[in-house]
């Protein structure tokens, strides 16, 4: 069992190109194809990762490693999510003097941006859906989504701080809900 925890994970810290949120999808369909927690218990973890300091992801892994085998897979998870992310880094940090200018490199990072995007929207989405106990528009989902927007307004038209941001958005939520 460690040793399955470390292969999935590396092949996902491998693969992992945009930051937690674009890969929680991916880190969903690995433990659902191996049943490792159901679809609630998923959703639990990725909300205490979430709120937990560090990467989303690796604490996914982590979390993820401790429910399916206790330390031991914690660790094993957790190494095998950092450990590709580990070497690249390495490699590129020798390399990159070399290639930072090359058109290629430029083009393929420019590529992997909408890849990104529609991963991280693909997951709010999935994860809206998945945590909805009533189809349809709700008066929780609408508030969700004003929230949302004024938050995308706040950044784009008046050059917000995140962090203004983000209490502004607690703020929202506690009159709201």
Not at 108 to 133: D, E, K, M, N, Q
């Amino acid at each position: 069992m460690l040793w399955q925890l470390f292969l999935v994970f590396m092949k996902i810290g491998l693969i992992s190109f945009g930051g937690g949120y674009a890969v929680i999808t991916i880190i969903e369909h690995e433990v659902n194809l191996r049943h490792w927690m159901s679809a609630s218990d998923f959703q639990e973890i990725v909300a205490l990762a979430g709120m937990a300091p560090g990467p989303i992801a690796t604490n996914s892994a982590t979390l993820i490693g401790y429910r399916t085998a206790g330390i031991g897979g914690a660790i094993s998870s957790t190494l095998g999510m950092i450990l590709p992310s580990l070497i690249i880094i390495i490699i590129l940090a020798a390399c990159f003097g070399r290639l930072h200018h090359n058109r290629f490199v430029k083009s393929s990072f420019y590529g992997l941006r909408p890849i990104v995007t529609g991963l991280i929207a693909y997951a709010a989405i999935h994860f809206c859906i998945l945590s909805s106990s009533e189809p349809g528009l709700t008066w929780s989902t609408l508030a969700t989504l004003l929230i949302c927007a004024g938050c995308l307004y706040g950044i784009i038209r008046f050059k917000m701080h995140p962090l203004m941001v983000i209490l502004a958005s607690a703020a929202a939520g506690v009159i709201l809900f």
